[in-house]
């Protein structure tokens, strides 16, 4: 929080305080009500443990494992209006990944967080999955908080959880199934002087949505996206075949963006995935065991990119990196409802052969409740 101007800058202390432990399970809702906290909420910590006892084959666990354990995430504020909405995937891991709310360097990506384990998948034995993500209204310093003290006013939090056979395709368990999830609240400490953050009102939300029309393969087409209306920070696509599967083999060699008919992106999709590397660290480096040039170079990528997943990053005001919640939002993307933001491919690619593809989108939104605060603050 930033006080008026002339003084120096200070910020509140963080807190965190519990919202509720519950043990919903397979195919359920998770509608419990949130509690105030005494201050200005900064978003949520989920963390989720699922428990089951495989068959004697061993299973099988889906690419999207095991943030699709929630199949609908739907955060509103207390006035209704959604915030954060679509699948446990895009939520929990594209939106925490790419958005740099949730962390930066190796903790950009949930999956590398110190609670993170891994299932199991041993046949007959009794397996666990640990994860812990975060849902974030803070988008800069202090600035998209919400309002926490006044118990009248909480957000809403609801989220649909999956079936078994979503998790584990085929040789699903059929025993020892469990789930537990834990919500606690990050807030600012309400100030000792009279003193809001700035721009309160203001809200990041992140809408995951289906472009339009689908794309056969080996197309030359463009798709649009739904309507904005708001400053983005951060667009996200996804593409996924006619089963649902995120696909790599669909994204054309050069693609195009293009904001009411004007090319703003035209590169070379090695490119584009450089990028993000400079700007995200994702994709970026890997610990090669071998660096023989005459010997195939192994290794893991520190922040690996999900299959089938692009980013354009509007978060580098003060560097070419993205800095996570430290940005001024001088290159955020300027829209209207009447904007008209576009994706094209000359041609697109052929794709695994489950045509046609779908392009899904989810964009980091900033509507401000006036003028947007840009800038650093006074130090």
């Known amino acids: 929080m930033s006080e008026p101007s002339g003084r120096p800058v200070r910020h509140a202390p963080d807190g965190r305080r519990a919202q509720y432990v519950t043990t919903v399970g397979f195919n359920g809702l998770i509608s419990q009500p949130t509690v105030s906290m005494p201050g200005y909420c900064k978003g949520y910590k989920l963390q989720t443990i699922i428990n089951a006892t495989n068959l004697a084959s061993a299973p099988t666990i889906a690419a999207d494992f095991p943030d699709n ?3 609908l995430i739907q ?11 679509g699948p446990g995937f895009v939520v929990l891991r594209e939106v925490n990944l790419y958005s740099g709310q949730f962390g930066t360097d190796l903790m950009r990506d949930p999956q590398n967080s110190p609670m993170q384990t891994v299932y199991n998948t041993t046949g007959s034995a009794s397996s666990t999955v640990t994860f812990s993500r975060f849902l974030s209204f803070e988008f ?12 009248a006013l909480l957000p809403v939090l609801q989220m649909n959880t999956s079936t078994t056979a979503t998790l584990w395709p ?3 368990p059929t025993a020892g199934l469990s789930a537990q999830q834990t919500l606690d609240s990050d807030f600012y400490w309400l100030p000792s002087a009279p003193t809001d953050p700035p721009g309160l009102g203001t809200t990041c939300q992140y809408i995951y949505q289906p472009t339009n029309p689908p794309i056969p393969a080996n197309a030359s087409q463009l798709v649009q996206l739904p309507r ?3 400053y983005l920070t951060v667009l996200i696509l996804e593409m996924r075949d006619a ?3 995120r696909d790599d083999t669909m994204w054309p060699a050069r693609p195009k963006i293009l904001v009411d008919g004007v090319p703003l992106v035209d590169t070379l999709l090695g490119t584009w995935q450089e990028d993000m590397a400079v700007a995200m660290g994702i994709g970026a480096g890997a610990a090669f065991v071998n660096n023989n040039t005459s010997t195939t170079q192994t290794g893991i990528i520190p922040v690996p990119r999900p299959a089938g997943t692009l980013c354009i990053n509007r978060k580098t005001s003060l560097s070419q990196r993205d800095l996570g919640i430290l940005d001024t939002g001088e290159i955020f993307l300027s829209t209207n409802p009447g904007t008209q933001l576009e994706v094209g491919g000359f041609p697109w690619g052929a794709g695994d052969g489950q045509n ?21 603050p006074e130090l």
Do not use: E, R, W
């Not at 955060?75 to 909405?85: C, E, H, P, R, S």
């Not at 919400?146 to 118990?151: H, K, L, W, Y």
């Not at 989108?361 to 509507?367: F, K, L």
């Open 356 to 376: 046609p593809h779908i392009l899904n989108a989810t964009v980091g939104q900033v509507v401000p409740s006036g003028t947007l605060v840009q800038g650093l």
């Open 170 to 172: 085929t040789n699903t």
């Open 69 to 71: 354990y929630y199949q």
């Open 140 to 151: 800069a310093k202090a600035y998209g908080v919400i309002s926490g003290a006044n118990a």
């Open 243 to 245: 089963l649902g599967a």
């Open 228 to 230: 904005l209306g708001g």
């Open 75 to 85: 955060m509103k504020d207390a006035f209704g209006t959604q915030l954060i909405v």
